[in-house]
T-cell receptor
Framework: DTEVTQTPKHLVMGMTNKKSLKCEQHMGHRAMYWYKQKAKKPPELMFVYSYEKLSINESVPSRFSPECPNSSLLNLHLHALQPEDSALYLC??????????????FGPGTRLTVL | AQSVTQLGSHVSVSEGALVLLRCNYSSSVPPYLFWYVQYPNQGLQLLLKYTTGATLVKGINGFEAEFKKSETSFHLTKPSAHMSDAAEYFCAVSTGGFKTIFGAGTRLFVKA
């Protein structure tokens, strides 16, 4: 199985709502990533988990809260978002291979709209 | 610090014509280089990567890229474009670790 799955595909939420994005992989990868992608822009790294521990937080606002319950699952909890947070949220995974070129496997993304 | 520059935000070719997407990188250490493709409303898919060894790298869907250290380039080519190649293409660089720096992207249009 070389697939990364993400749910939901689309999400519309108000600024006072709490919602979660989910990501799952079964490739045995021990590194998992959250990216944010605005229209016509490259992905921007948000968080990296390595062996279920948060390894990188790219100064993301606290209204985004990541969680890695186990090696196959990655969640992104959303609370009190702003309209400018509307974007495509991509999950990715890779081998734990710090010395090599970590090719990443991406999910299809969740299209988030904040009203 | 690393950076990636993709020359041309839009490239348009006719079906059957050569595809050439340009990428230049900057890195203070030997880089790992990648090309990813993104189709509308989808995630990114790896086309090919350069780590070490042979400088001409072959990827999926008939694409290839050549690592030229002297020119700090990693241009992507395909001999004959197909309508299904229309997509956004991202060049990316990493020096190990978890951070990958993506270029701004090049939108490829293929005309019938």
């Amino acid at each position: 199985d070389t697939e990364v799955t993400q749910t939901p595909k689309h999400l519309v939420m108000g600024m006072t709502n709490k919602k979660s994005l989910k990501c799952e992989q079964h490739m045995g990868h021990r590194a998992m990533y959250w990216y944010k992608q605005k229209a016509k822009k490259p992905p921007e790294l948000m968080f990296v988990y390595s062996y279920e521990k948060l390894s990188i937080n790219e100064s993301v606002p606290s209204r985004f809260s990541p969680e890695c319950p186990n090696s196959s699952l990655l969640n992104l909890h959303l609370h009190a978002l702003q309209p400018e947070d509307s974007a495509l949220y991509l999950c990715a995974s890779s081998q734990e291979r710090l010395a090599g070129g970590n090719e990443q496997f991406f999910g299809p993304g969740t299209r988030l709209t904040v009203l | 610090a690393q950076s990636v520059t993709q020359l041309g935000s839009h490239v348009s070719v006719s079906e059957g014509a050569l595809v050439l997407l340009r990428c230049n990188y900057s890195s203070s250490v030997p880089p790992y280089l990648f090309w990813y493709v993104q189709y509308p409303n989808q995630g990114l898919q790896l086309l090919l990567k350069y780590t070490t060894g042979a400088t001409l790298v072959k990827g999926i869907n008939g694409f290839e890229a050549e690592f030229k250290k002297s020119e700090t380039s990693f241009h992507l080519t395909k001999p004959s474009a197909h309508m299904s190649d229309a997509a956004e293409y991202f060049c990316a660089v990493s020096t190990g670790g978890f951070k990958t720096i993506f270029g701004a992207g090049t939108r490829l249009f293929v005309k019938a």
